[in-house]
């Protein structure tokens, strides 16, 4: 997309952000179909049929809505919808102040990549002109940001679940602590050594009772 400021106003963000539509008011003046093999030449022919449509006979009142959605042309009072693009099928968009004019490049709902039209406005002023041309771009940036943060998201709830199945399977391979059995010489050690120390306590006590005696 060209023509597109690099920073957009904080009130339209916010807004944007929140789900609103933005709407505001132009005039109609035509569609085009785009002829070109690449973005470079169709946007080169869209200009030029821009140019030849500075001098419109015709014209029809319209309000333009504007969300992350995309964009939909109603009648002057809203009520009725001449069309409606979703952001994904709009490529391009443009203006030109000196004309009071704006317009964007959309390719037709189930039509073919390359088939695409370029829908043509003009305003009452030449800021509007250049607004709308800065709420298209306010859009995208805003869903690109969005597309990435919901990536970022989800990969890291994907990593979260293979890390838990990971620990799962850990667990899983690992044998159960057995005791560990006794060796029978240690045993027989064992028993030696209480059978040696309850001898050692007898003589002790022997002792300790003839001497009781003798005094």
Not at 28 to 40: H, K, L, M, N, Q
Not at 133 to 150: I, M, P, R, S
Not at 167 to 182: E, F, G, R, T
Request: charged share 20%; net charge positive.
């Amino acid at each position: 997309m060209e023509s597109v400021p690099a920073a957009p106003t904080l009130d339209h963000v916010t807004a944007l952000q929140r789900g609103e539509t933005l709407v505001r008011a132009a005039a109609y003046i035509g569609s085009f179909a785009v002829e070109g093999a690449d973005p470079r030449h169709r946007s080169e022919f869209a200009h030029r049929e821009l140019d030849r449509m500075r001098n419109y006979n015709r014209s029809k009142p319209v309000q333009l809505w504007l969300a992350l959605s995309g964009i939909k042309v109603c009648d002057e009072f809203g009520r009725t919808v001449y069309m409606a693009h979703a952001l994904r099928r709009i490529s391009y968009a443009s203006c030109n102040p000196d004309h009071c004019q704006f317009a964007f490049m959309a390719r037709e709902p189930k039509a073919q990549v390359n088939l695409q039209y370029c829908h043509a406005f003009v305003t009452v002023h030449p800021d509007l002109a250049e607004e709308l041309n800065n709420l298209v771009g306010d859009c995208f940036k805003l869903a690109y940001t969005l597309q990435q943060q919901q990536k970022q998201q989800q990969q890291k709830q994907q990593q979260q679940i293979l890390l838990q199945q990971q620990k799962q399977q850990y667990v899983k391979k690992q044998p159960l602590q057995q005791p560990q059995p006794i060796n029978k010489q240690q045993q027989v050690q064992q028993q030696l050594q209480m059978y040696q120390q309850q001898q050692q306590l007898q003589k002790n006590n022997s002792r300790s009772n003839s001497s009781n005696c003798s005094s």
